[in-house]
């Protein structure tokens, strides 16, 4: 089945360092990809949606300066946290969806645990 | 906006009873329901989905229901086991745009 690989899988750093997370379609060509956010016990909350070749789309409130979405090729996300303080720490979970129209099925990463110390 | 409402928060059953998630979303446009489980520190996992076109839907143990015109939809887990223990996420996926939105989340406990 469709593979999505994300790296890395867990970050430790210090206030105010920049860390970047990558998500990769691995057998498949992704022309969209999903960002989200879970805090402990909470739920998936859309950051962003990132497409191949423009713009990314943020949610409401999420600030697209601090959390930068590149979406250079079709097989390949990243989300850099600028400047990262301690309540950007969460679990950071990419999905990616085939080409073709909004009904294809949404493939997850694993997800990354961010920690800023 | 979008949203979708889960409920219970919790739920705690005896190993070999059901256990029933219930979910209901805003956005009629929304045409794609999955259910994912979650350990923890994991990715969701995609258990069972149903489409904006079926009543019912049945994989073994777990069955998905949806009601359109009240816009709801429920899990159901029969002879439940430990391993099914986990946290259980319903979402809406919206036609237009394909944007799932999910659900708070249900922790499931099953006791053996």
């Known amino acids: 089945g469709a593979v999505v690989s994300q790296h890395p899988s867990r970050v430790i750093c210090k206030s105010g360092t920049s860390v970047k997370i990558e998500c990769r379609s691995l057998d498949f060509q992704a022309t969209t990809m999903f960002w989200y956010r879970q805090f402990p016990k909470k739920s998936l909350m859309l950051m962003a949606t990132s497409n191949e070749g423009s713009k990314a789309t943020y949610e409401q409130g999420v600030e697209k300066d601090k959390f930068l979405i590149n979406h250079a090729s079709l097989t390949l996300s990243t989300l850099t946290v600028t400047s990262a303080h301690p309540e950007d720490s969460s679990f950071y979970i990419c999905s990616a969806r085939g080409a073709g129209n909004s009904n294809q099925p949404q493939h997850f990463g694993d997800g990354t645990r961010l920690s800023i110390l | 906006g979008e949203n979708v409402e889960q409920h219970p928060s919790t739920l705690s059953v005896q190993e070999g009873d059901s256990a029933v998630i219930k979910c209901t979303y805003s956005d009629s446009a929304s045409n794609y329901f999955p259910w994912y489980k979650q350990e923890l520190g994991k990715r969701p996992q995609l258990i069972i989905d149903?489409?904006?076109?079926?009543g019912e839907k049945k994989d073994q143990r777990i069955a998905v229901t949806l009601n359109k015109t009240a816009k709801h939809f429920s899990l159901h887990i029969t002879e439940t086991q430990p391993e099914d223990s986990a946290v259980y996420f319903c979402?809406?996926?919206?036609?237009?745009?394909?944007?799932?939105?999910f659900g708070q989340g249900t922790t499931l406990q099953v006791k053996p």
């Open positions: 979402a809406a996926r919206l036609s237009n745009t394909g944007k799932l939105i």
């Open positions: 149903i489409r904006s076109n079926v």
